[in-house]
């Protein structure tokens, strides 16, 4: 483990509230969601509802010997001439927060993509399926993992935070704006909000012009209940309108 990487993990460790319940054995990273947290989204293109969206905590799995948060995010839904269909998967280290894997299956219009990305926070490398190893930051993070990511952080208002940790090197920094605070109402009820803008250096819904704001419950869980951005052929709203919490002891149910 090299230098920087040893300071990261230390300054990640003092930043996050200690370890988990269970953290004396475990040594996890205390975070705000855990296996089985479901939050289901219908997705509107204006006033119209056109599909739906989900994020869920799928499992915990082995990467490489080091346990992981499997996540999914996905988006399917359109208008007429122009379907979407986005699936992201991402694995991160329960201990570091580190991403170890994601996958991309994007089905936009009528361009389909799948990659896999192997990350390799230890010897500084990502590696694209069937192409040669690339360098990757430190403590790095993927798409997916990024909106976890974000749960985990303080949030406030008028700040914004900067970090170099999107596993590809040249799309950093990452800002997060923190824009207001505000009372939002959804399918799923009425929240009290944090609005925050992320804003990634490449294409797609959080790239500058795409001007994403996510609302975040303004309480520990910071549970996405809102996303409005704006595409090419106009802005792609996800609404919260179901939530099923993690049990209230995750790790039992964990892969072994």
Same mark, same amino acid.
């Given at each position: 483990?090299?230098?920087?990487?040893?300071?990261?993990?230390?300054?990640?460790?003092?930043?996050?509230?200690?370890?988990?319940?269970?953290?004396?054995?475990?040594?996890?990273?205390?975070?705000?969601?855990?296996?089985?947290?479901?939050?289901?989204?219908?997705?509107?293109?204006?006033?119209?509802?056109?599909?739906?969206?989900?994020?869920?905590?799928?499992?915990?799995?082995?990467?490489?010997?080091?346990?992981?948060?499997?996540?999914?995010?996905?988006?399917?839904?359109?208008?007429?001439?122009?379907?979407?269909?986005?699936?992201?998967?991402?694995?991160?280290?329960?201990?570091?927060? #580190?991403?170890? $894997?994601?996958?991309?299956? !994007?089905?936009?219009? =009528? %361009?389909?993509?799948?990659? /896999?990305?192997?990350?390799?926070?230890?010897?500084?490398?990502?590696?694209?399926?069937?192409?040669?190893?690339?360098?990757?930051?430190?403590?790095?993070?993927?798409?997916?993992?990024?909106?976890?990511?974000?749960?985990?952080?303080?949030?406030?208002?008028?700040?914004?935070?900067?970090?170099?940790?999107?596993?590809?090197?040249?799309?950093?920094?990452?800002?997060?704006?923190?824009?207001?605070?505000?009372?939002?109402?959804?399918?799923?009820?009425?929240?009290?909000?944090?609005?925050?803008?992320?804003?990634?250096?490449?294409?797609?819904?959080?790239? #500058?012009?795409? $001007?994403?704001?996510?609302? !975040?419950?303004?309480? =520990? %869980?910071?549970?996405?209940? /809102?996303?409005?951005?704006?595409?090419?052929?106009?802005?792609?709203?996800?609404?919260?309108?179901?939530?099923?919490?993690?049990?209230?002891?995750?790790?039992?149910?964990?892969?072994?």
């Amino acid at each position: 483990m090299n230098a920087a990487r040893r300071l990261a993990l230390a300054l990640v460790a003092l930043a996050m509230p200690a370890v988990a319940q269970d953290g004396a054995s475990s040594g996890r990273v205390v975070v705000p969601f855990g296996i089985g947290e479901r939050a289901d989204y219908s997705v509107k293109y204006g006033p119209f509802s056109v599909g739906s969206g989900l994020m869920e905590v799928v499992s915990m799995d082995t990467i490489r010997g080091l346990e992981s948060w499997h996540t999914i995010f996905r988006i399917r839904g359109g208008i007429p001439g122009y379907r979407v269909d986005d699936r992201m998967e991402s694995w991160m280290d329960t201990h570091t927060l #580190e991403s170890l $894997r994601h996958r991309q299956e !994007l089905s936009e219009g =009528s %361009r389909e993509r799948a990659r /896999q990305f192997e990350i390799y926070p230890d010897r500084g490398t990502y590696v694209e399926e069937g192409n040669q190893p690339q360098p990757t930051v430190v403590l790095p993070l993927d798409d997916g993992s990024f909106l976890y990511f974000l749960r985990t952080i303080p949030l406030e208002v008028g700040k914004e935070y900067s970090f170099d940790r999107y596993f590809r090197p040249d799309r950093n920094p990452v800002r997060i704006q923190v824009l207001r605070r505000e009372r939002v109402s959804v399918p799923a009820g009425q929240f009290d909000a944090v609005v925050v803008r992320p804003i990634i250096n490449a294409k797609g819904v959080f790239s #500058e012009n795409g $001007r994403a704001e996510v609302w !975040l419950t303004d309480d =520990s %869980r910071r549970l996405m209940v /809102q996303m409005k951005s704006h595409l090419k052929f106009g802005s792609l709203n996800l609404y919260l309108k179901s939530y099923r919490p993690p049990p209230a002891d995750s790790s039992s149910l964990a892969k072994r």
